[in-house]
């Protein structure tokens, strides 16, 4: 791939990578404020997936959005890495961790046992893709991306192990939403960096 192509790409991927979270937390948010009676305390954010009318259109679109998003910044990553059989193991998972967002969104939580599979395919496949990206960039002596990296998937992970191993979350609408939030740390920062790569390579 040409340098030049290849900064094109960077840019585009970065930018992807920053609006992905904020397209899909945008529309989650326009979601519940359309829709009174849901419950942090009560509901999964997927009830909102079925709520007929605006709010099941806000919800499922703005994961649809947010997955094709994430792919574009995915197709960035493979520039961005190494290489190596890790990485693209780990890209590849995290790959499918977006078509799992794009899935949850097309199979709303009525469409059973496709929406659960995905659901969990999502929250598993995303802080596992974080982990292995985490020893690559580790092999790549790029030591701050790597606990960087790994610090997030530590905390997308946590409120699920609280979840399931202890009563401090009544429904899954909070884990969900924490790891979600902290995912979405990662993408922009990684995507604010390919930004950054790509400005640099157009100085020369």
């Known amino acids: 791939m040409s340098s030049l192509k290849q900064t094109f790409w960077f840019r585009i991927s970065g930018i992807c990578g920053i609006l992905s979270?904020?397209?899909?937390?945008?529309?989650?948010?326009?979601?519940?404020?359309?829709?009174?009676?849901?419950?942090?305390?009560?509901?999964?954010?997927?009830?909102?997936?079925?709520?007929?009318?605006?709010?099941?259109?806000?919800?499922?679109?703005?994961?649809?959005?947010?997955?094709?998003?994430?792919?574009?910044?995915?197709?960035?990553?493979?520039?961005?890495?190494d290489k190596t059989?890790?990485?693209?193991?780990?890209?590849?998972?995290f790959i499918l961790a977006c078509i799992s967002l794009i899935a949850i969104g097309l199979f709303p939580e009525n469409i059973k046992p496709i929406h659960y599979i995905v659901s969990v395919a999502f929250f598993v496949f995303l802080p596992l893709s974080l982990i292995l990206l985490s020893v690559s960039f580790s092999l790549d002596n790029h030591f701050y991306m790597a606990h960087f990296s790994l610090s997030i998937s530590i905390i997308?992970?946590?409120?699920?192990?609280?979840?399931?191993?202890?009563?401090?979350?009544?429904?899954?609408?909070?884990?969900?939403?924490?790891?979600?939030?902290?995912?979405?740390?990662?993408?922009?920062?990684?995507?604010?960096?390919?930004?950054h790569v790509s400005s640099e390579v157009n100085e020369y």
């Open 85 to 93: 059989k890790l990485s693209r193991i780990s890209l590849f998972i």
């Open 21 to 81: 979270p904020i397209f899909a937390f945008s529309f989650i948010f326009l979601a519940i404020t359309s829709y009174e009676l849901f419950n942090w305390e009560l509901n999964a954010l997927s009830d909102l997936g079925i709520i007929p009318g605006i709010t099941a259109t806000f919800f499922n679109y703005g994961l649809i959005g947010s997955g094709l998003l994430s792919l574009v910044f995915a197709r960035g990553l493979f520039g961005f890495k």
């Open 156 to 195: 997308a992970a946590t409120p699920w192990i609280l979840y399931f191993s202890s009563s401090i979350f009544k429904a899954v609408a909070i884990p969900e939403a924490i790891s979600g939030l902290a995912v979405s740390l990662w993408t922009i920062v990684i995507g604010l960096k390919m930004m």
